[in-house]
């Protein structure tokens, strides 16, 4: 089966850091990618999608490439904010309907 | 306002007692997916509604019942809830049921079975 697995965590980093959460995926056929972002007491909301190998997805000032070569997505951020505190999943869809996600990686940006 | 709306919130129950947990959206949106959140699992996918009428299982199907009788609700039936589906629940749906549709969710329902 599909699966997503996502560097562990907690991380924590000082403002204007530079970010990096590590992706990886197993999937037959052909996957999109995404990342979700999950801020204290709510639903999850999209943060950046590719649905093809090589494009690359952005906003927000956080980018991930979609690398088919290395089954990876990473998201990465020049300079975090204190905004960015949030939990932030990585996951795959496919035509067949299915999702998956991975773990999650909690992100906590201090001042 | 776009949204997915989940009732209730929050539920304590106990063991054995039927509960429904409503989901509804007004995005005219044609896919439909329960998930679970539970702590160092990440989300995992109940199931998914692919249509009006058509549903399939996830990941983790067993003890839960859905239906899609209208496009815009799908409920999350757990017909006789035991502690370990004890998690918060997420509704989410999707414009197409293609792979390359961003899924809106719902805030979340927070389950207690005692």
């Known amino acids: 089966g599909n699966s997503v697995t996502q560097m562990e965590g907690p991380v924590t980093l000082s403002e204007e850091a530079f970010l990096t959460i590590n992706c990886t995926y197993t999937a037959t056929g052909y996957p999109s990618l995404f990342w979700y972002v999950q801020y204290p007491g709510e639903g999850l909301q999209l943060l950046l999608k590719?649905?093809?190998?090589?494009d690359k997805g952005s906003n927000k000032g956080f980018e991930a490439t979609y690398r088919k070569e290395t089954t990876s997505f990473h998201l990465e951020k020049g300079s975090v904010q204190v905004s960015d505190s949030a939990v932030y999943f990585c996951a795959l869809s496919t035509n067949a309907g299915k999702s998956t996600f991975g773990d999650g990686t909690t992100l906590t940006v201090k001042p | 306002e776009a949204q997915v709306t989940q009732n209730p919130r929050y539920l304590i129950t106990v063991t054995g007692k039927k509960l429904t947990v409503t989901c509804s959206q007004n995005m005219n949106h044609e896919y439909m997916s329960w998930y679970r959140q539970d702590p160092g699992l990440g989300l995992r996918q109940i199931y998914y509604?692919?249509?009006?009428?058509?549903?399939d299982k996830g990941d983790v199907p067993e003890g839960y019942k859905v239906s899609r009788k209208e496009k815009r609700n799908f409920p999350l039936i757990l017909e006789s809830p035991s502690p370990n589906q004890t998690s918060l629940y997420f509704c989410?749906?999707?414009?197409?049921?293609?792979?390359?549709?961003?899924?809106?969710f719902g805030e979340g329902s927070r389950l207690t079975v005692l």
């Open positions: 989410a749906s999707s414009l197409t049921s293609g792979s390359t549709g961003e899924l809106f």
């Open positions: 590719a649905t093809k190998a090589d």
């Open positions: 509604s692919m249509n009006v009428e058509v549903t």
